[in-house]
C-alpha cells in the first residue's frame, strides 16, 4: 500500500511542475504581446486590406510606428526610480 500513496504523490508533483511551467510561458507571452500587440494587430490589418484588394499603407505606416514605439520602449532602461515616477500620476 506505501508504494501506491508514493506513486500518487509523484503523479501530483509533475502535474504541479507541468501547471508552473505553463504559467511561466503565459507570463511571458503576456510580455511580448504588450511590446509586439499593436504592430501585429496593425500588419494583420494591412494584410487583410491587401488580401480585399484595398491599400494598406495606413496600416503599414501604422505598424512602423508601433514597432518603433515598442523598440523605445523595449531599449529604455527602468528602475525602481522609474517605477515610482510612473506610477505617482
Not at 504592430?39 to 508601433?66: D, F, H, M, P, Y
Request: charged share 15%.
Amino acid at each position: 500500500m506505501s508504494g501506491l500513496s508514493i506513486t500518487r504523490r509523484q503523479d501530483g508533483q509533475g502535474m504541479t511542475e507541468y501547471i508552473v511551467i505553463v504559467a511561466l510561458i503565459a507570463v511571458a507571452a503576456i510580455a511580448v504581446y504588450q511590446f509586439f500587440g499593436q504592430t501585429i494587430r496593425s500588419q494583420t490589418a494591412g494584410i487583410a486590406k491587401e488580401v480585399a484588394g484595398q491599400s494598406a499603407a495606413t496600416s503599414i505606416g501604422n505598424s512602423q510606428t508601433a514597432a518603433g514605439n515598442a523598440e523605445t520602449e523595449g531599449t529604455t532602461k527602468k528602475g525602481l526610480d522609474k517605477y515610482q515616477n510612473d506610477n505617482s500620476r
